[in-house]
């Protein structure tokens, strides 16, 4: 069984363009959340996604929007890439309520020069 | 303020100490994680708690609902429990991170 799988792993992009992300989660989940992480800090949320809506969402320009499919997996889609948005982008997967594990990826490390 | 606040934010330990990382959070909660993150970004879910007490192997978990506090223990520390370690709160869906506690357990 496949955990939480995301792609691709690392990617450089320049100021100004336009990135996609994707996650698929761990089988059996039907909720995916993103999440930012700069390098020596913590994760931020983004947002997350439960029955191809944005269930909730955290502090973060509309910029960053996303999207889910019916069979659960994720896009994480940034527009006009700043350099500050270079960071590790996590995804994690879980199933019912917040009370459930969650699953992380490897993650995608984006580089904006 | 940070919703989350994690101390001590740097920990060095000598193998087969006994450690605790503290966490605190301000925000009301429907659950809390600790998360392990190993150098290259992998994070992996060491507890999920809602109350009490919960124990893996030599971690220990344990939460103050009332207090707003919580604590991971390792036991018999290692030094591939090195790792950077992470208290997560989750309130109507949406997480709230410390910057996390990065752990060096020395041989």
């Known amino acids: 069984d496949a955990g939480v799988t995301q792609s691709p792993t690392h990617l450089i992009k320049t100021r100004g363009q336009q990135v996609t992300l994707r996650c698929s989660p761990k089988?059996?989940?039907?909720?995916v959340s993103w999440y930012q992480q700069a390098l020596g800090q913590g994760p931020q949320f983004i947002f997350q996604?439960?029955?191809?809506?944005?269930?909730q969402r955290g502090n973060f320009p509309d910029r960053f929007s996303g999207h889910q499919f019916p069979n659960y997996s994720s896009e994480l889609n940034v527009n006009a890439l700043l350099l500050g948005d270079s960071a590790l982008y996590l995804c994690?997967?879980?199933?019912?309520?917040?009370?459930?594990?969650?699953?992380f990826g490897e993650g995608s490390w984006l580089t904006v020069v | 303020k940070n919703e989350v606040e994690q101390s001590p934010q740097n920990l060095t330990a000598q193998e087969g100490e006994f450690i605790t990382i503290n966490c605190s959070y301000s925000?009301?909660?429907?659950?809390l994680h600790w998360l392990q993150q190993h150098p290259g970004g992998g994070i992996v879910s060491l507890f999920m708690?809602?109350?009490g007490k919960k124990k893996h192997g030599r971690l220990i978990a344990t939460i103050n609902i009332q207090e707003k506090h919580s604590s991971l223990h390792i036991t018999a520390s290692h030094p591939r429990d090195s790792a950077v370690y992470i208290c997560?709160?989750?309130?109507?869906?949406?997480?709230?991170f410390g910057s996390g506690t990065k752990l060096n357990v020395k041989p």
């Open positions: 925000v009301g909660i429907s659950a």
């Open positions: 089988s059996g989940h039907d909720t």
């Open positions: 997560a709160v989750v309130n109507f869906n949406k997480f709230y």
């Open positions: 708690l809602s109350s």
């Open positions: 996604y439960y029955e191809e809506e944005e269930r």
């Open positions: 994690a997967s879980s199933s019912g309520g917040p009370r459930n594990t969650i699953y």
